[in-house]
């Protein structure tokens, strides 16, 4: 640094001076655009840092801030300077990047170049251990602001910042896979618990189906058969005689559907899941006393037909659940169930009216914890909400809908008539 002014050297101290203490990528940046400033004076300074192996890359503004830092990460080929995130050119400098065809291209994410009017562009590698980790991005509204002098200062406060916004990448990024792989773990040690539950929970569900066939369809069919052998050992049949026996078998029938539907529901199958839900919902009220009012709204355009059939199931049973404990538990004078979607979320609602549920505890057993267990088991969100200021509870279920991939964008290839100049050290 033998032809480097002393000014310049004490301008490098004042930026080093800046990054101290700071412990998050952006507050550093920001301490030292001021200092950047006195040296290359700028409208908008903006430092863009790889993610994820190169593939993304974040932005992080100082000053007025553009859309390009309201995205968390963006796809490092839609950026304007991909060129030098890929180490394609050592820089960029432009007189007028709003017409420089280097920054527009098919899928490119140039909207705030327009927007904010970065004309004059300055755009320099951020290296550390060898590797590009990013870009310092200067720029004013003026046309022709900056010269190869102007680049060769912005590489050399790049150099200097570079170590250290590195440092903070890595720590971050540590810091996120700490949190990652804690709550993995969490997750997995709740479904291993919920499941455990759900299985129990099967197994006792498993008994009393036993016992409603033991004792009600098996007692129903025993006596039955007493009856046809009377009829047999008599040698005849009056006809109320038969009535009542056609009565009893066709109990038998809606006992046995009843047992049928609640192992596996038919009408889910048959019909989809807004029917089944329907069917249940006004089997669940048929018998209460006082009667219970009864909605149901699907505008989701069918979407729950796009679902898998594991899907459809475990949304049926948490749903069958909400209702079965509103029914049983709230006192409601009313359930609406509503099956929306958008482009991204399919989503049930279940709301009553009655005396609602408190706090929620998704570790709990029985039936609100198996609820829990099943939406854990096929990625769904399930949360328990006030439906007003009058009590009642509101259940929603969400699941997130396959995306629609658009065509991956192709990489163009260099602007003819382009210079190539060499890095400016």
Same mark, same amino acid.
């Given at each position: 640094?033998?032809?480097?002014?002393?000014?310049?050297?004490?301008?490098?101290?004042?930026?080093?001076?800046?990054?101290?203490?700071?412990?998050?990528?952006?507050?550093?940046?920001?301490?030292?655009?001021?200092?950047?400033?006195?040296?290359?004076?700028?409208?908008?300074?903006?430092?863009?840092?790889?993610?994820?192996?190169?593939?993304?890359?974040?932005?992080?503004?100082?000053?007025?801030?553009?859309?390009?830092?309201?995205?968390?990460?963006?796809?490092? /080929?839609?950026?304007?300077?991909?060129?030098?995130?890929?180490?394609?050119?050592?820089?960029?400098?432009?007189?007028?990047?709003?017409?420089?065809?280097?920054?527009?291209?098919?899928?490119?994410?140039?909207?705030?170049?327009?927007?904010?009017?970065?004309?004059?562009?300055?755009?320099?590698?951020?290296?550390?251990?060898?590797?590009?980790?990013?870009?310092?991005?200067?720029?004013?509204?003026?046309?022709?602001?900056?010269?190869?002098?102007?680049?060769?200062?912005?590489?050399?406060?790049?150099?200097?910042?570079?170590?250290?916004?590195?440092?903070?990448?890595?720590?971050?990024?540590?810091?996120?896979?700490?949190?990652?792989?804690?709550?993995?773990?969490?997750?997995?040690?709740?479904?291993?618990?919920?499941?455990?539950?759900?299985?129990?929970?099967?197994?006792?569900?498993?008994?009393?189906?036993?016992?409603?066939?033991?004792?009600?369809?098996?007692?129903?069919?025993?006596?039955?058969? &007493?009856?046809?052998?009377?009829?047999?050992?008599?040698?005849?049949? &009056?006809?109320?005689?038969?009535?009542?026996?056609?009565?009893?078998?066709?109990?038998?029938?809606?006992?046995? &559907?009843?047992?049928?539907?609640?192992?596996?529901?038919?009408?889910?199958?048959?019909?989809?899941? &807004?029917?089944?839900?329907?069917?249940?919902?006004?089997?669940?009220?048929?018998?209460?006393?006082?009667?219970?009012?009864?909605?149901?709204?699907?505008?989701?355009?069918?979407?729950?037909?796009?679902?898998?059939?594991?899907?459809?199931?475990?949304?049926?049973?948490?749903?069958? /659940?909400?209702?079965?404990?509103?029914?049983?538990?709230?006192?409601?004078?009313?359930?609406?169930?509503?099956?929306?979607?958008?482009?991204?979320?399919?989503?049930?609602?279940?709301?009553?009216?009655?005396?609602?549920?408190?706090?929620?505890?998704?570790?709990?057993?029985?039936?609100?914890?198996?609820?829990?267990?099943?939406?854990?088991?096929?990625?769904?969100?399930?949360?328990?909400?006030?439906?007003?200021?009058?009590?009642?509870?509101?259940?929603?279920?969400?699941?997130?809908?396959?995306?629609?991939?658009?065509?991956?964008?192709?990489?163009?290839?260099?602007?003819?008539?382009?210079?190539?100049?060499?890095?400016?050290?």
């Amino acid at each position: 640094m033998s032809d480097v002014s002393p000014q310049l050297i004490d301008r490098l101290v004042a930026i080093s001076r800046a990054l101290a203490g700071h412990i998050d990528t952006g507050s550093a940046f920001r301490a030292t655009a001021i200092e950047i400033g006195t040296l290359i004076p700028h409208d908008h300074i903006d430092l863009a840092v790889l993610l994820q192996g190169g593939r993304l890359h974040a932005c992080y503004e100082a000053g007025f801030h553009t859309s390009w830092s309201e995205l968390a990460q963006h796809p490092v /080929e839609g950026s304007p300077i991909r060129r030098v995130l890929w180490g394609e050119t050592p820089y960029l400098l432009s007189d007028n990047a709003v017409v420089d065809p280097r920054f527009h291209f098919a899928g490119a994410f140039d909207e705030p170049i327009f927007a904010a009017e970065l004309r004059s562009r300055i755009i320099v590698q951020l290296r550390a251990r060898g590797s590009i980790i990013g870009a310092l991005n200067i720029s004013r509204h003026e046309v022709g602001c900056y010269t190869l002098a102007d680049v060769a200062v912005a590489q050399q406060c790049a150099d200097l910042i570079a170590p250290y916004i590195f440092a903070l990448i890595q720590t971050d990024e540590a810091r996120r896979a700490m949190l990652a792989e804690s709550e993995a773990r969490n997750r997995a040690e709740l479904l291993r618990v919920g499941a455990s539950q759900l299985t129990e929970g099967m197994e006792r569900e498993r008994r009393r189906m036993a016992m409603d066939l033991h004792d009600q369809t098996l007692g129903d069919l025993a006596r039955i058969a &007493r009856q046809v052998s009377a009829f047999r050992s008599q040698g005849v049949a &009056r006809t109320a005689q038969l009535a009542d026996l056609e009565q009893e078998i066709a109990s038998c029938l809606t006992e046995l &559907r009843h047992i049928v539907d609640d192992m596996r529901p038919s009408v889910l199958e048959l019909f989809g899941l &807004r029917d089944a839900v329907e069917a249940h919902l006004n089997r669940s009220v048929a018998r209460a006393k006082p009667p219970i009012a009864v909605r149901i709204a699907d505008t989701s355009d069918g979407s729950a037909d796009g679902l898998s059939e594991t899907m459809r199931t475990a949304l049926y049973r948490i749903v069958q /659940e909400a209702i079965n404990n509103a029914v049983r538990h709230a006192a409601p004078g009313r359930i609406e169930v509503l099956l929306t979607s958008t482009e991204s979320v399919f989503r049930v609602i279940v709301t009553d009216d009655g005396r609602g549920c408190g706090a929620v505890d998704p570790a709990a057993q029985g039936g609100i914890g198996h609820m829990h267990t099943r939406a854990a088991l096929v990625g769904a969100r399930l949360r328990f909400e006030p439906a007003s200021r009058k009590g009642g509870t509101r259940v929603v279920i969400e699941i997130d809908r396959e995306p629609v991939l658009g065509k991956a964008q192709a990489t163009p290839a260099a602007m003819p008539g382009e210079q190539t100049v060499p890095e400016v050290v």
